[in-house]
């Protein structure tokens, strides 16, 4: 069982490098489309807006429409939930940034100097100039970055979230497709009980704090959720006292929640003198 969380730059040749490493290894492909349809239709809104949400381009409008904390919510749990169910290569949408700390996961990022994209996406494209296709993925990659700030307060490009960060400008394709393959073959990353495990953990801490995040708002900073075979920690302060009991309460009405251990401690909120 094998999952990889593939980030790539527009113009690295990332999507080449993730179609012939998924062919070696019998690999579904996710992508960002696929995603963006999930999420879509759970959120109630048209796929195109999601998408143009997500690069940058929706209008004001469409940015109105969206919750940006529903957005993130679900776009979390369908990219765990396909990480569940294993063998498969997640393209974008954030899933090498929200994966990174699961062990068994593979996040790759594929990357290119600018003159190198520039020249891909001109043959792709089919246009001349240069500065315009330079402006329009400086305009993407500006987007994307907001988009991972706003949902997961990372930079895309911070080396510490991959196992392998490759280079397309500088490594060949079938080069980098072998330094994952390597990678792959691991028994890090072949471990399907812990895989499943972990991504059934991390599905249910992030159904809870949405959840809880949907019923207490800015309260639940101070709050932290784990999760660990179906026994969800709540561990934080709280001046609201009642959040305690009915976080708890909400809680155990997840699906999946065997127990839950309330570390919620309250503190006095002390007004001015």
Known sequence: MTVIAMTREIGSLGTDVAAEVAKELNLSIVDSEDVATLVAGRMGIEEGTIRRYADGSASILERWLIDRRKLSHYTSEEVLRLAQEGNVLIRGWGAATLLHDMPHVISVRVCAPMAFRVRVMMRKMGISNAETVRQEIERFDTAHARVMRGFFNVEP????????????????????????????????????????????????????????VEN?????????????????MLDGASSNGGLRARAERLARGIEGVLDVSNRIHSIRSHGRI
Do not use: W
Request: with cysteine.
């Open 216 to 232: 207490f708002g800015s309260q639940m900073i101070a709050v932290t959720v784990s999760a660990a075979n179906g026994r969800v």
């Open 157 to 212: 490009d911070a080396a510490l979230l991959y196992h392998i960060i490759l280079n397309t400008g500088r490594v060949p394709i079938d080069n980098c497709v072998k330094a994952v393959l390597q990678l792959a073959q691991s028994p890090q990353f072949q471990d399907e009980a812990a895989m499943k495990s972990a991504a059934a953990d991390k599905l249910l801490e992030t159904k809870v704090r949405a959840t809880l």
